[in-house]
């Protein structure tokens, strides 16, 4: 699997200085996932001129609340993404620190942890303060693999074994960061899982993805037929919730 993709990384500036190593050590760990080299990782330089506390602020605020803050439409959050950071082949991943929300069926929903749409995803980490900071670092590394995989496609097809639809497709497999997480407890839960299965795993790709994500990597990455709008790359996924 070769991609000629970068995968970029950048935070709101408010972001925990922890919380942006661990997001820099599980973005390098991608970029030898879905490109089998970390050199063509791309992570959180400054941008000149781009303050990520500016991208938060595109979203609009939907609600405010004494124990999460402001709320922002995660939607509007990506749009602003992709309308000052151009498509150069590369995947963006955006870690505000303002609560997150997005539509379903054209409905707002409570919160999402993250959403990813297009080329890239935005993720809050602000529903789990109260975590430790161990905590807190295996469930950012878990929620940017996954926000990730639905970019490239993983567990996308309903026909593939170990897949359920729940705001989005997503993998059962217990030990694969692609599994839904509905609540906070859920995505403690289920991270944790993974990333001690991750000790005992030897190839690096199986310690967050499950041998059929893998898989969908693969076809992800494999050549492509040129499609109607003149690519050889294949269309984006569809948007997917947390």
């Known amino acids: ?8 990384l950048f935070f709101d500036e408010r972001l925990k200085k922890n919380l942006m190593d661990v997001a820099e050590e599980t973005a390098f760990s991608a970029g030898i996932i879905f490109n089998n080299t970390p050199a063509l990782v791309a992570l959180s330089d400054p941008i000149p001129g781009m303050k990520g506390s500016d991208f938060t602020k ?22 602003e993404i992709h309308k000052r950071l151009k498509q150069t082949g590369r995947r963006i991943i955006f870690i505000t620190v303002d609560d997150l929300t997005c539509t379903s069926n054209g409905k707002y ?36 693999m996954h926000e ?22 997503h993998c059962t497999d217990k030990y694969c ?15 944790s899982r993974v990333n001690e299965h991750r000790g005992h795993a030897d190839d690096v790709k199986l310690k967050y993805y499950c041998p059929l994500c893998m898989q969908d ?12 709008f003149g690519s050889s790359r294949p269309l984006p996924p569809r948007r997917e919730a947390g």
Do not use: W
């Open 109 to 144: 929903l409570n919160f999402c942890f993250g959403l990813a749409r297009g080329y890239s995803t935005v993720l809050s980490m602000v529903r789990f303060d109260s975590l430790s900071d161990k905590e807190q670092e295996i469930v950012l590394s878990g929620l940017i």
């Open 177 to 191: 960061v692609m599994q839904q997480g509905l609540t906070m407890g859920e995505i403690r839960k289920n991270f």
């Open 1 to 8: 699997m070769k991609a000629n993709e970068e995968i970029f």
């Open 58 to 79: 595109a979203g609009r605020i939907v609600s405010t609340s004494s124990t999460y803050g402001t709320q922002r439409d995660a939607s509007q959050i990506i749009d």
């Open 217 to 228: 990597a693969n076809k992800y990455f494999a050549p492509k037929k040129r499609n109607n």
């Open 148 to 169: 990730l995989g639905h970019l490239y496609g993983l567990a996308a097809d309903s026909n593939r074994k170990k897949t359920v639809f729940n705001i989005g497709m």
